[in-house]
């Protein structure tokens, strides 16, 4: 999923997202 984030604009919130799961 690490590099899904990167690869996406909205790292901040996929990254956000990844904390709350």
Do not use: E, G
């Not at 999923?1 to 799961?21: A, C, E, G, V, Y």
Request: proline content about 5%; aromatic content about 4%.
């Amino acid at each position: 999923m690490l590099t899904f984030t990167s690869s996406k604009p909205s790292k901040t919130i996929m990254s956000r997202q990844l904390k709350n799961t």
